[in-house]
């Protein structure tokens, strides 16, 4: 049976020869080396005990150095299944999600089509190139030369170029015996509508040969000497060589320079590629102008496990890694992702290496971001989130965008890492100076804070203690009783929490508290170790809230904490008032402030009169806790008649 061309091309793209080796081996772990592809095991073939079969992953073959055993991934199939190479064909199809070809008498007449086109693709090269070194190309090499390409460097990109006329690459060919059919099928000329020869292609280009990851010319990329035309560059058309969403520029080049311990970048243009390779990045490519199709990360993920993702610092190189971005979630595995470098505004990679040098580019791929930053950044950059309606919109978006991940485990890890990143954005943050970042996303001015002598006060520091006592009592209900946390969450964030140790308490319960209630304490004792906990919950203030001592009452835990949350809010609007007063009372005394103090000392006695009920029913006992005076009057009342019967008898 013939295969169609380009058949097992794909299938080797696909598949991983690790992953279909190590079905039948396993891998030597000090020897091997995964994120380089680098794979070693005993051998299948002669069962040896030493790690001599060698696997290399980037290039698809093995080798035994014992047996001398070699092959791809088709050969290995057969082999180790005892199958002919068609049955192999089709058991590695299956696995890589291919429908087997129907059988096609004509494959091989295709396949003989196939090698005459890139015949004709490589006499158009060498035409292109001795048209560049003509009295015609002065003005393309002076060009060139003003981008860095001369000599040495335009041989080994084969930098040629298309002469300004309608036929000239169709004469050359025609004159070299080719058939017509031949030229229009490697779109190197277009028939023409008014009933006259074709003309060429490209007229009066720059002209970049595309070669497949085997090294054959299948295409051409254009770039317009004239400043007026309407395409600054232009692709070959698709043909029975090229299909431009499966195809990348420098392909074979970068995978060799992969191979050797290079990471792959992935820039927009042939200029970009050429610069990045000149100045020592080797396996750079590009996706011939288009944006990056499934295919094409495919064949980048075959290279290399994570490539960075090299855009111009422009609105379109952002809006292409947008949509990359949604492109390659569904197809994330284990690692397999991408890493995104964003070029200074307005400059490509080019322009950086010929303003700065290798080194800047190093260092913008050195700051490279992962994926799941940039999705943030997209979600959240510009926008204003200052209600819970635009906050849970927010939610909803990320939420729908990771549901999008098959895997998982990534699906898990992703999600983690947005809630880190949500709980960065939306939790008070510390102050300082005179402003204040606060987290709706915009600068507001901080409240005037009291002079040191008011701090020093009986009524600022008798209150702060109170407001510390209460802040431990609300997450010693939290943490035993975390189910209740997701409806106090947005109150929470917003206790600022005057002891540092208490802080990183509620951070970590609002990180873990909602997602994974019943192992919080074990997150609190892996995050902070052992001693917050324990000193939170050997408070004696705390041991004795009906809450802590006794937990699981849901009910009488919300009830608690929506008491214990509302009067430190009143605490701390009554606290910063008169505060602010005081510090103006210096100043200036008007009918205004005295208003304002009046409305602060109504609501001092506001909560007074809270706090003064609470004295009211009940009493304080020795250890802290609060005993109802009523159920005390009447147990003292008992004991008293119990005590009078005694002395009776």
């Known amino acids: 049976m013939s ?27 000090r020897k091997s080396n995964q994120g380089k592809g680098d ?15 060698h696997v290399d992953d980037r290039k698809g073959f093995y080798y035994c150095f014992g047996c001398h055993a070699k092959g791809d991934a088709i050969s290995f199939v057969k082999e180790t299944e005892n199958v002919s190479f068609i049955e192999a064909v089709e058991i590695l199809a299956r696995e890589a999600g291919m429908t087997m070809p129907a059988r096609d008498p004509k494959a091989q007449e295709k396949q003989d089509r196939r090698a005459q086109l890139a015949e004709v693709m490589e006499q158009a090269v060498q035409f292109f190139r001795l048209q560049l070194n003509t009295g ?94 309407n395409a600054k560059y232009l692709n070959s058309p698709e043909t029975e060589l090229f299909d431009k969403g499966r195809s990348l520029y420098n392909h074979g080049p970068a995978r060799q320079a ?17 610069a990045l390779s000149e100045a020592g990045f080797g396996a750079a490519v590009a996706p011939l102008g288009t944006a990056i199709t499934e295919h094409q990360l495919q064949l980048m993920w075959r290279i290399a496990d994570e490539p960075i993702i090299a855009l111009d610092g422009d609105t379109a190189g952002l809006r292409a890694a947008m949509r990359l971005i949604d492109l390659a979630l569904p197809l994330l595995e284990a690692g397999k992702s991408v890493r995104f470098a964003l070029m200074p505004e307005g400059k490509d990679p080019d322009d950086l290496i010929r303003a700065s040098g290798a080194k800047a580019v190093q260092a913008v791929l050195d700051e490279a971001m992962p994926m799941v930053r940039l999705l943030w950044q997209r979600e959240t950059e510009g926008k204003v989130f200052d209600s819970p309606e635009r906050r849970a919109a927010l939610d909803k978006a990320l939420r729908e965008k990771i549901q999008l991940i098959r895997d ?30 606060q987290p709706r996303g915009k600068w507001q001015p901080e409240r005037v804070a009291p002079t ?24 010693a209900i939290a943490i035993l009783n975390p189910k209740v946390v997701v409806q106090f969450e947005t109150d929470l964030e917003e206790m600022e929490c005057l002891d540092p140790e ?48 006794k937990p699981g009452d849901v009910e009488k835990a919300e009830m608690t904490l929506a008491e214990e949350l509302a009067k430190i809010k009143a605490l701390r609007g009554l606290d910063a008032e008169i505060a602010e007063a005081e510090e103006e009372v210096s100043d200036l005394a008007d009918e205004a402030l005295t208003w304002r103090l009046a409305q602060a ?49």
């Open 3 to 29: 295969l169609p061309p380009g058949f097992l091309d794909e299938l080797r793209s696909r598949l991983s020869l690790s992953h279909v080796v190590g079905r039948k081996v396993m891998w030597d772990a």
């Open 39 to 53: 794979m070693w095991a005993p051998c299948p073939f002669h069962h040896e005990k030493t790690a001599s079969f």
């Open 136 to 229: 015609a190309g002065a003005g393309a090499r002076d060009y060139l030369t003003r981008r860095g390409l001369a000599g040495q460097a335009l041989e080994r990109w084969e930098i040629g170029l298309a002469p300004d006329g309608w036929q000239g690459l169709w004469d050359h060919l025609r004159g070299k015996g080719v058939a017509e059919d031949l030229i229009l099928g490697a779109g190197l000329a277009k028939p023409s509508t008014k009933g006259k020869n074709p003309y060429d292609t490209f007229r009066n280009r720059i002209m970049f040969p595309i070669r497949d990851v085997r090294g054959r010319c299948i295409a051409f990329g254009g770039r317009a000497m004239d400043p007026n035309d």
């Open 258 to 274: 992969a191979g050797q311990g290079q990471q792959l970048i992935v820039a927009e243009g042939y200029m970009d590629v050429i």
């Open 408 to 437: 998982p485990s990534i699906r898990a890890h992703y999600g983690q890492e947005i809630k880190d990143l949500r709980w960065q954005l939306f939790r008070p943050q510390r102050k300082s100076g005179n402003r204040s970042w």
């Open 452 to 475: 040191p002598g008011a701090r020093a006060s009986f009524l600022a520091s008798t209150e702060n203690a109170e407001i510390r006592l209460r802040e431990a009592a609300i997450l």
């Open 502 to 549: 208490l802080s990183d308490l509620r951070d970590v319960i609002l990180r873990h508290a909602i997602d994974d209630p019943d192992n919080l304490k074990d997150h609190i004792v892996e995050t902070l170790g052992a001693a917050p906990l324990e000193n939170l919950l050997g408070l004696r203030h705390v041991a004795v809230i009906p809450c802590v001592h």
């Open 601 to 649: 000392a109504e609501q001092r006695n506001r909560v007074t009169r809270s706090q003064n009920e609470d004295k009211a029913i009940f009493d304080i006992a020795d250890n802290g806790a609060r005993i109802n005076r009523d159920e005390r009057e009447a147990f003292e009342a008992i004991m008293s008649g119990i005590n009078f019967e005694r002395k009776r008898r």
